[in-house]
């Protein structure tokens, strides 16, 4: 059975950082292209980062290009979501998810998902 546990979510005033990670298991987990979502109220579920099967490779949505990043940890079977100069515009509900090769922005390229954890930004 495939699990991916999100954890790392919690408060925090705009400009400060986060961490989330999310632990995978029942997969290998190496094969899989990782990606991370997030989902505020109201709103339809949006790509944020995604990470090549190596972890040579990363792509971001615009919005958080260049204050988040996207690691992992194959020997873990661990993705990370650094999260910098966050905004409350970033709060939301973020999943992580393993499909494909690596690159997918898309949700329906993914094969398994998270529960998801809350990140919560206030200004």
């Known amino acids: 059975q495939v699990q991916l546990v999100e954890s790392g979510g919690g408060s925090v005033q705009a400009g400060g950082s986060l961490r989330l990670s999310c632990a995978a298991s029942g997969l290998t987990f190496s094969s899989y292209g990782m990606g991370w979502f997030r989902q505020a109220p109201g709103k339809e579920r949006e790509f944020v980062a995604t990470i090549t099967r190596s972890g040579g490779g990363s792509y971001y949505a615009a919005l958080v290009k260049g204050r988040f990043t996207i690691s992992r940890d194959n020997a873990k079977n661990t993705v990370y979501l650094q999260m910098n100069s966050l905004k409350p515009e970033d709060t939301a509900v973020y999943y992580c998810?393993?499909?494909?090769?690596?690159?997918?922005?898309?949700?329906?390229?993914?094969?398994?998902w998270g529960q998801g954890t809350q990140v919560t930004v206030s200004s």
């Open positions: 998810a393993a499909g494909g090769s690596g690159y997918q922005s898309r949700a329906y390229e993914y094969d398994y």
